[in-house]
């Protein structure tokens, strides 16, 4: 098979701070992130779902939150990871589509620069990254404003 998928998904609550990251991208916030690393929910689903298509496992495996290596950690260097796993075994990220759901921050003023940072840490082709974001509605822990989640699916092809 020349092809696999995998999707992720993280969430993370909101804390103390002044801003999140998001696709490795810092946007003014009332608030952080409660997170182990820098919290970056977007790259986090991403990991996941690049590592879920070799079925190498998922990004606490490899990025533990008990090691402290790891505290206050750039997600963009999981990210980097994540894609020298899958290139070492003949693998590359065709392409990736990610959602973030929150009521806030706004994403969409954020989206272009988020893909570009995506796509140049993947060495692929800005046009083979999505970012778009959805509220849930004022439903649920996102809606309330208590946290921020993201989904990601990704396909990858052979190198």
């Not at 999140?20 to 929910?41: K, N, T």
């Not at 606490?60 to 402290?68: A, I, L, R």
């Not at 778009?132 to 996102?142: C, H, I, N, P, V």
Request: net charge negative.
């Amino acid at each position: 098979m020349n092809i696999r998928i995998g999707q992720g998904f993280d969430v993370h609550a909101f804390g103390e701070g002044d801003h999140v990251l998001l696709g490795g991208v810092r946007i003014a916030h009332e608030r952080g992130v409660l997170a182990h690393s820098d919290g970056d929910v977007a790259l986090h689903a991403l990991c996941d779902a690049i590592l879920g298509a070799l079925a190498l496992g998922d990004i606490g495996q490899y990025f533990p939150p008990s090691d402290d290596r790891w505290k206050g950690a750039d997600s963009r260097a999981f990210v980097r990871h994540c894609d020298a796993l899958i290139r070492a075994r003949g693998w590359q990220v065709g392409n990736c589509d990610i959602t973030v759901i929150c009521e806030r921050p706004k994403v969409g003023p954020h989206a272009q620069a988020m893909r570009e940072v995506i796509a140049t840490d993947l060495g692929i082709a800005v046009d083979a990254v999505s970012v778009k974001a959805t509220t849930s509605e004022r439903l649920g822990f996102t809606g309330r404003g208590e946290g921020i989640a993201a989904q990601a699916a990704c396909l990858l092809v052979r190198a």
